[in-house]
């Protein structure tokens, strides 16, 4: 059914919380870009109902808990098309729990080559009205590229793209359960926000500099003391040359900006020696 398909990680270049909302959801205003770090998506027909997912990290779900799964279930009851048996084979390459939207990238990539082959009409924004039962992050990774993401994040503007530059990504060894991070959020007490108005100008000017002097995560704000390891990594990549660095969603993961290649390939490699997972990306 699908050769290959590709499931971009995605990164917060800015995340601002405005408010929470009577349904407990959060308000949010996140300025998302996708990088060249991937999942690798097959998807194929098999005898029998129901979807059955193979990876190669064994403790992800293999039935109906994983995203990708939930995403196929989510496709047929939306589109009214009639189940059909699957196999999704996925290669992990984004790490889990990481605040890359991984699963939820998983699932986009689902929707995709389903639509491709049963739904070929089906336009973008329906796939992602689609994709946003399945998880807030879905809609955005649906297209994915440079867009700003209002609402719970379903609600989503395409921007012009992030000009060229290398982003090196590194996550601690820790995770960080994003409902203790929304928990200690309030909206009123936020020190600072994202200038996300700025940051979508500079994106319309190209103006890499005006894009990095915006980069900033609230959560960052209301990160416990235990999880200090984010700024210690943030200050790295800063002494190692990056023009800005930040978490990513809800952590842990930071990332840093860079203007030149060979800057970020040094940086990356300064970091391997430290954590365990380092990457050295594009914006795709
Ligand atoms: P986000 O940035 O959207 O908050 P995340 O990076 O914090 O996401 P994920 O790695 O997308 O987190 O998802 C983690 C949780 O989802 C884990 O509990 C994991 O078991 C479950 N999960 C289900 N399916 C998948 C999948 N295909 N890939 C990764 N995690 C999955």
Known sequence: ?????????????????????????HDLRMVMQSIG??????VSPRAGAGT?????????????GNIAAKA?????????????????????????CAGMAGGSSDGAAVLRVLRRVYAPQLPDYDLEKIGAQVGSDVPF??????????????????LPPLPPCWLVVCKPAFSIPTPELFAKVQVKK??????????????EQKDLEGIARRMYNVFEDVLPRKYQQVFEIKSTLLGLGAMAASMTGSGPTVFGL???QDEAAS??????????SVFLCRPV
């Open 1 to 25: 059914m699908s050769g290959v398909e590709y499931a971009y990680a995605k990164l917060n270049l800015a995340l601002d919380i405005l408010g929470k909302r009577e349904d407990g959801y």
């Open 141 to 158: 990774c649906v297209r994915g590229g440079t867009m700003l993401a209002e609402g719970r994040g379903e609600r989503l503007s395409v």
């Open 52 to 64: 059955e997912v193979g990876t190669d990290l064994p403790y992800l779900p293999k039935g109906d």
């Open 258 to 260: 860079f203007r030149e």
């Open 37 to 42: 770090l991937a999942d690798e998506i097959t």
């Open 72 to 96: 196929a279930a989510q496709f047929f009851a939306a589109t009214g098309l009639p189940p059909v048996g699957l196999a999704i084979g996925i290669k992990k390459r984004i790490p889990v």
């Open 267 to 276: 940086a990356a490699e300064s970091l391997a020696t430290q954590y365990p």
């Open 190 to 203: 936020l020190r600072c926000h994202p200038d996300v108005p700025g940051m979508v100008r500079a994106l």
